[in-house]
Structure formats: C-alpha cells, structure tokens
C-alpha cells in the first residue's frame, strides 16, 4: 500500500514518464512494478542500445539506469545522451549494485545527474526521482525565464555585461558581455570584446570624458550611471545608456562590478524631440512664451549678480490681420516664417540653451540665452541678456526694422511689411520678467499708435495711457446701455440741383458732457470687438431717425450707414438688417450700408451671398474710400453695388495736380460704364467742386456743405441753407450748371 508520504510525492507529480533500463529482468519487473504502484508511467527496456532507440520514438522525464549492462553500458549511454541535442539536460539516475567511489565518479562524469544503490527501498527510489523532476523542472523554468529575459532585453535593446578587476581594482581586469550587449553595440553574439575594444567605439573627446567617469566610479567603488554616445562598425551614430554597481567579497573588497548597456538612441530622440515641442515654436523653430520666460529669468539672474542692464523688445507684425485675410492663412504663416528667420539674423540666436542645460562658460554664459522667440500670432520678443544702455537695444531694434523693408514673397505675390518695436530695460523698466513683457508690449503699441514701422523706448507715461486706455475700453462696454451714443448726420448734396439726396450717419460718443473724437474710440471698439454691438445700434438708430425725418419733413432719402467687415460673421446679418429696417416701418431703401473697399476684400467670398440677399430686399450697398484698396476692380461687375464714393485723398488735390484729376475721371468713367452712382467726400472748397462738376461728378459731401450735425440741427440746415438758397455754393453750382448748358448748346458742342 502507497504510504502518505508517498502519495504526497506522487501528487506533485501528473504520472511522470520514467524509462527504466536494467539487463536484469527480475529487477526490471520489481522495480517498475513498485514505480507504477508509486503513480509513475513506466517504460521497460533491458539494454543500452533499446533505450537509445525508445527515446528517440518518444520522449521521457526520467532516465534510471542500470550502470554495468553487457554491450553498450549505463555509463556509455549516459556520455551519448549529453552528446544527443534535446538530450543533453534530461535527468538520469544512475541505479547500481556499486557502491564504491569511483563507481559513482564515473556515473557523475559520463553526465547521470544521480546515483542510487540498488535496494528494495522503493518509496526512497520514488522520492529520489520526485526530486529530480522538480530539478528538471526548475531548470527548465529558468532557462525559459533566461529566454524570455534574453527576448525582452533584446526587444529593449539592452544587454548585460560583468567586469572582474586583477588586484586593485583599477586595472584592465577581465570584462565579459552578454550575447544581448553585444547586440548593442552591433556585434555578432559570438565575438569575444575587451572593454578597451568597446572604448574605441566612442568618439575622442567623449571617450576623455568617459575614462574619467571610469577611474572616478573605480577608485570610490560607487555606482555608475551614464550615457555614451558610440559609433559603431557600420558607421552608425548610437546612444548606450549604462548602468554598473559594485560587486564585494567576503572581506568586504571590491572585485568587480555588474551591470547593464541599454541602447537609447530612439528614446533620447523622442526626448529631444519633446523638450524641442515643449520649448520651440512648431511654426517658425523660435523659442517659444515658456523658453522666453525661462531664458528671461536666468538672464535677470544673471544681471542682479553681475550688475548689468537687459533689454527685452516686443516686436509686432504690422498690418499682418490684412495680408493673412487677404491671402489665407497659408500665405501668413509663410510670412511669419521668412520675417521670423530676419529677426533671428539680427541677434547672437541660440537653441542649445535649455532648461537644466545651461553650462557655465566663464562668467559670461549668460550671454548664450540671447534669441527672438515668437510669443504668438504676429507677436516676437527679442531679448538681449547684457547690454550697456539703451543705446545696444536701439542698435538692434533698428537692425530688425531694417531686415523687414525687403519686399516678401507669399501667396504668389510680393508684400512689403513694417514692425513696430518697443524697449523696455531691466532694473530701470521692471524687476521682473512680468514687468519687462508689459512695459515692452505699452513701448510697442504707443509705436502703433503714432503710425507704426518704428521703435519706442518705455516711459513712465506711456503706463499712463495704457492705464487711459483701459478705462475708455471699460467705459465703452457701457455706452450703450448709458444712451451715450449718438448719430451725427452729414448731409450729401446734389450740386446740379443745389439740394440734398442722402445723408451719412457718423457715431459720436457723448461721454460726460464732451464728444470723444470718433479717431479715440473707433479703433478701440474694432480692436475689442465692441463695433458688432455699436454698429447694430447704429443701424436701428438710423432707421429711427428716418422715419422721426419723414414725418417732419417728408424726408424720402437715405441714411448712410457704415458697415464694419466683422459684421458680416453674423449669419442671421440680413434677417437683423431686415427687423431693424422693419420695426420702423420704413422702406428698406431708406438704410444705404457703406462697406470700405478694403474690408470688404478682406473676405469677399463670405461677404458676396449677404450683399445679395441684402440687394434683394432693397438695401442699397455703397463702397467707401473707393480706390485706396489693394485688390483688382474686377469685383465690382459680380457685386449688387449701387455707388462708389471717390475717398477724400483724391479729391484733395483737385485742380492742383494733373494725377489727382486722372484718378477721378478714371473713377467716373469706370462708374459710368457699370451703370453706379458716383459721390465725392472730403469736399471743402468751391475749386474742387468745380473741378468735380466739370469732371462728370454731381453728388458731394464735405464740410464746403455742412459738417455732420445733430439729427435735430438738419431740418433747420434745410430751412435756413438750402431752401432758402443761402448758401454760398449754391450760386457756384447754378453758375456751373449755365456754364454747361450752355457748353452744351454751342454749335461746336459735340453730343
């Protein structure tokens, strides 16, 4: 009967296969009678050569062999099976009557991996053979362990290596590398490599460097970690990350040390790669707003213990909104990239400089944090971490300004830019980064201010007129809601008939007790996006006004009405026109919108189905300051326009340069032949009324006329000026009108 013992042996095993090999029939029935009744599967063979050829058929967790057999003996096949491929770890316990030392030297050295004496003690025999399966098994296991490490440190790129020292411990000693290290480096898994050979692959000056990281890591028995750049056979270019920690002896001496190399190359690119994302710019390769700040403070720090001066310039695109609507977006980023690589050639530009990278060079290494980097849009900030005054910062800004005057090539087309540049310094315009950014962005728009495409230095009031502008932007928000806004109206005269056809509406801002100057406010509310709201209530103030006029004085004309290009976002413009129009109960024709002609070439594709459907319903389109755009007048033969108004910088030079006079009667004729109506604006004096008349122009409006009034101030204009035909230009324009008739009716007049 199986004792618990033995059961509990067994259970460790599912019937493990044994092959049981005696010449000795009786032994080899009792033996595998007692290994079957102890829960082995047993296959009997009765010599050497029978078992060879059953393993061959058939394979088996355990050999017992029986080591004196006629023929081939247990101790021959034993030195077969080790020379066998897929033989050579099976477990064998040797079973014999001998019991003598060397008997069981020869079985260890033909390879049995046991050896037992022949007895009736089964359960010890079971036992011994229970053990040598788990020592099978263990062993498999950690050779399919050392397998899956191979597989994963050769996935990983990454092998191990073991150098032993002779003595000190600071000589060449003995330096072995795994089959997965030479990988690594690029070698066959077969060479043997000294760690003077592997030394040679690393370029001259890094392998200065790594030799005394080496002595260093040696002498102090401390730990090594480090990269290393190598160049291996095939010419490539590699990262190897290595990692060694000191190995001791029973005394407590370093022999040696162990240790891995890792091939990084990938994952330091993806790194650098990162870093370069998280601190570059992806438009124009610049430093970003995080590398700016960063260089920034270190170039303050700098400055507080050296003692010096540092400038920061903030350097903005003029009139870039235009050309990136004009052209697309495409074409502007093109534009930031060529004026991006200008600006940086004005400078000492430096990328290697980045966070936890600054080395010291002498005193001065603070100087390599001098860039341009791009804060945003058509936004970049110059900074220059020593300069002596004001003086080198002016020197630089000056360099940009002239480095933008070439003309650039985007979109297929030629654009010549301008940029408005504004200085602030340390200590003497700011304490901080914080400061130095605000006070340079003040510098730069009092620069835009004055006209652009120049430099500007911060000055304590200028912090003054920002401070202004903030609170004219606050108070604007609330004008509306105040009733401060008003519509000043100027009249448009028919000098033929000597009355008037139209007038335009012009917003006004009564702010306490005063009209702030539409130049104040205007460009404000464009900037802040407060023209939507301001311009919607100036249409409905307008029709208001009409309907207040047509019943006063049966006024039947129309009011002019300037229409911001940012309007046209609103997707429901026409139906908003139409309520507006509507809630009055005025016909649309009594609102004309007046569109300039550069915002309306701004984004023409958008803005032609809503100047359609506005056509439809009676809403006549006007185009403003018509000839001062940079478009092709092709648009105008596909656009529902209805009149075009000659700007005031034509018509200022009427009758005193022959090119204005041209301009002019090219507008008309080419009005003309299009089937539009013509006005002249900007009209102050009798000569060039005159001179429009003669040139085919009838309809004007200027302050020769009347200046924009109060809506309550234009019935008595009427009553005082024009009905009563008062005014002075009145009898010009009926001299004027005999003149032509009378032209006209000469016999040499041609029709």
Same mark, same amino acid.
């Given at each position: 009967?199986?004792?618990? %013992? ?65 023929? +081939? ?5 034993? $030195?077969?099976? +080790? ?12 079973? =014999? ?9 020869? %079985? ?9 004496? /022949? ?17 099978? $098994? ?7 362990? /050392? ?15 073991? &150098? *032993? ?8 000693g003995t330096f072995s590398l795994s089959p997965e290290g030479l990988r690594v480096f690029g070698l066959p898994t077969a060479t043997l490599v000294s760690l003077r050979q592997l030394l040679r692959m690393v370029p001259g000056a890094e392998r200065h460097g790594l030799m005394r990281i080496l002595?260093?890591?040696?002498? =102090? ?24 920690? !000191? ?20 994952? *330091? ?5 990162? +870093?370069?994302?998280? @601190? ?8 970003? $707003?995080?590398?700016?700040? &960063? ?44 004026? %991006? ?72 087309q030629e654009c010549f830019v301008t940029g408005s540049v504004g200085i602030a310094l340390f200590p003497r315009d700011g304490a901080s980064v914080a400061d130095l950014l605000r006070n340079s962005d003040v510098a730069m728009y009092s620069v835009k201010s004055a006209g652009r495409n120049a430099?500007?230095?911060? =000055? ?72 939507? !709201? ?12 009409? /309907? ?26 026409? #139906? ?107 009209? #102050?004096?009798? *000569? ?45 324009? @009926? ?5 032509? @008739?009378?032209? $006209? ?7």
């Amino acid at each position: 009967m199986q004792s618990n %013992a033995d059961a509990a042996v067994t259970g460790l095993e599912a019937r493990p296969r044994v092959l049981l090999v005696d010449d000795d029939q009786v032994n080899l029935m009792l033996t595998a009678a007692a290994l079957r009744e102890r829960g082995f599967e047993v296959v009997e063979a009765d010599s050497g050569d029978r078992a060879l050829e059953l393993l061959e058929q058939r394979p088996t967790d355990v050999l017992v062999l029986d080591a004196v057999m006629p023929g +081939r003996d247990g101790f021959e096949v034993c $030195r077969t099976l +080790r020379a066998t491929e897929g033989l050579e770890y099976l477990p064998v316990l040797m079973l =014999t009557g001998l019991d003598d030392n060397e008997s069981i030297t020869r %079985a260890f050295e033909a390879g049995a991996s046991d050896f037992f004496a /022949k007895s009736q003690q089964w359960s010890l025999l079971a036992g011994r053979l229970h053990y040598l399966l788990r020592a099978a $098994r263990t062993r498999q296991e950690l050779e399919r362990s /050392k397998a899956k490490l191979a597989r994963a440190q050769d996935l990983a790129r990454m092998g191990s290596f073991d &150098w *032993r020292s002779h003595g000190s411990g600071t000589g060449p000693g003995t330096f072995s590398l795994s089959p997965e290290g030479l990988r690594v480096f690029g070698l066959p898994t077969a060479t043997l490599v000294s760690l003077r050979q592997l030394l040679r692959m690393v370029p001259g000056a890094e392998r200065h460097g790594l030799m005394r990281i080496l002595r260093d890591v040696m002498n =102090t028995a401390s730990v090594l970690t480090t990269d290393v750049p190598v160049t291996l056979r095939d010419g490539r270019s590699r990262i190897v990350h290595a990692e060694a920690e !000191p190995e001791y002896n029973e005394h407590g001496q370093c022999i040696g040390y162990a240790g891995i190399v890792q091939d990084v190359t990938d994952r *330091r690119i993806a790194e650098d790669r990162i +870093r370069h994302l998280a @601190n570059f710019d992806a438009l124009t390769g610049l430093p970003n $707003r995080r590398q700016l700040i &960063w260089r920034a403070e270190r170039a303050l720090d700098a400055a507080r213990r050296i003692g010096h001066q540092v400038a920061l310039l903030m350097i903005d695109v003029d009139r870039f909104k235009v050309i990136n609507d004009t052209l697309g977006h495409a074409a502007g980023d093109d534009l930031l990239v060529e004026v %991006a690589r200008r600006l940086r050639s004005c400078v000492r530009h430096s990328d290697q400089v980045m966070e936890g990278a600054l080395e010291a060079i002498g005193s001065r290494s603070h100087r390599t944090l001098e860039a341009v980097g791009r804060l945003g849009g058509d936004e970049f900030v110059a900074l220059l971490p020593e300069v002596s005054g004001e003086q080198d910062a002016e020197r630089v800004a000056a360099r940009m300004l002239e480095s933008m005057r070439d003309p650039i090539f985007v979109g297929g087309q030629e654009c010549f830019v301008t940029g408005s540049v504004g200085i602030a310094l340390f200590p003497r315009d700011g304490a901080s980064v914080a400061d130095l950014l605000r006070n340079s962005d003040v510098a730069m728009y009092s620069v835009k201010s004055a006209g652009r495409n120049a430099l500007a230095l911060y =000055t304590p009031h200028l912090s003054g007129r920002g401070r202004e502008k903030l609170e004219l932007e606050s108070a604007l928000h609330k004008a509306i809601e105040r009733n401060e806004l008003v519509l000043h109206y100027q009249p448009k005269i028919d000098v033929r008939s000597a009355r008037m056809v139209g007038v335009e509406a012009l917003m006004r801002w009564q702010r306490d007790g005063t009209l702030v100057p539409p130049g104040d406010f205007i460009p404000l509310a464009e900037e802040t996006g407060l023209i939507i !709201p301001l311009s919607e209530w100036a249409l409905r103030e307008a029709a208001r006004q009409a /309907k207040v006029w047509s019943l006063s004085f049966g006024f039947a004309d129309s009011v002019a009405v300037n229409l911001p290009n940012r309007l046209f976002e609103r997707t429901d413009l026409v #139906e908003h026109i139409h309520q507006a129009v509507s809630a009055y109960g005025v016909p649309h024709r009594s609102i004309q919108l007046e569109i300039t002609e550069t915002g309306l070439m701004r984004d023409l594709q958008n803005v032609i189905p809503s100047l359609h459907r506005l056509n439809e319903i009676g809403v006549e389109i006007s185009i403003d300051d018509f000839g001062t755009g940079y478009s092709s007048l092709a648009y105008l033969t596909t656009l529902p326009i209805s009149e075009v108004k000659i700007d005031r910088s034509f018509v200022r030079d009427l009758g005193i340069t022959p090119q204005s006079s041209a301009v002019v009667t090219a507008i008309i004729a080419l009005a003309r032949s299009l089937g539009l109506r013509v006005i002249a604006e900007g009209v #102050e004096n009798l *000569r060039q009324m005159e001179v429009l008349h003669r040139l085919g122009c009838g309809v004007m409006q200027g302050f020769l006329f009347s200046r924009p009034i109060p809506p309550d101030d234009l019935e008595t204009w009427l009553k005082t000026t024009v009905l009563p035909r008062r005014a002075p230009w009145i009898g010009q324009a @009926n001299a004027l009108e005999v003149s032509e @008739n009378q032209r $006209r009716l000469s016999p040499g007049a041609v029709a």
